[in-house]
């Protein structure tokens, strides 16, 4: 049984608490948060051994061998780096740091404590329906680039309209949307498409300085694929891969609950629809696999390419970033 531990008390955390719970796999043991009440009551309502409010203690006390962490996007990077050096095994959500520097830095650590495994909490790339997305991408005679989006307003939005500054809106935490949703898209792609030539960004910016929606496009040698997101506006368009004549139609590229394929003769038929009872069970179920069997050979596979793959989202995310001249509080290239 993987001993956990988490560093956030979010919905986000909560919902993976719940999915590890659903494997069977984990047992979260230990809690830790900035507020002793709230480290408390998250504890109590998940059956937690015991809570933290001194990071440090936390890493060198709690009783756990890995650490989720869903803080804000810009304490990701100090609060792995530290778990590292305690020897946790860490499961950082997405993105997981904000520059290539950072990155770097990060993986010559896990290099240097090769005992330690990294995994970035990009949920969409571990479910059965984008197996299938993989599957049949490589069946297609012909390819001709894709369109992803993901747009879901968020209820924060609401806070920055009535001139506060939320986290996940705040250049100083390292929000935005190309940060929170965009990364599911930017997976898409690179897990599909590999990395592209050239990338370019156009955002809207809001009030807070960032960018609360945009679309990005990724051009590759014979065709491009545009990236659409937002967290200040909803959509219901789908997202699809385009052949010569077929396609494959996705209902959602961060979700991705239904997948169709299209044929030349426009016929629809459902390859893809399965739906965890939590979305993030099957991510959980995958790090639970490799924490527990590091050395057999295709966990070492799989592990290898989830950690290369969250190498290329951080260096893509960065170049898009760079290209629409956004930048964080006290952020170093």
Known sequence: ????????????????????????????VSVYSRHAETAKTFAEKNGAQETFTDLDQFLSQGAFDTVYIASPNSLHFAQAKKAIQAGKNVIVEKPAFST?????????????????????????????????IEKKLGELKTVQGAEFTYSKYSSRYDKVLAGEVPNVFSPKFAGGALQDLGVYTVYDAVALFGMPEDAVYFPQRITSGVDGKGTAILTYPEYNVTLNFSKITNSHMTSEIYGLKDLIEIDDAGEINAVIYIDDDQNKQMIGNTI??????????DFARVIEDPHHSQNQKDYAYWRQLS????QLIYQ??????????????
């Open 100 to 132: 290539q520097k950072q990155m770097a830095a990060i993986q010559q650590l896990l290099d240097e404590n090769d005992q330690v495994l990294y995994f970035e909490a990009a949920r969409n790339i571990h479910t059965e329906n984008f197996h299938t």
């Open 1 to 28: 049984m993987i001993k956990l531990g988490i560093i956030g008390t979010n919905w986000i955390t909560q919902q993976f608490v719940e999915a590890v719970k659903l494997s069977g796999r984990y047992e979260l």
């Open 320 to 333: 898009l970033r760079q290209s629409a001249h956004i930048s964080f509080t006290g952020e170093e290239n």
């Open 276 to 285: 965890n009872e939590n979305p993030m069970l099957p991510e959980a179920k």
């Open 311 to 314: 190498v290329y989202v951080n």
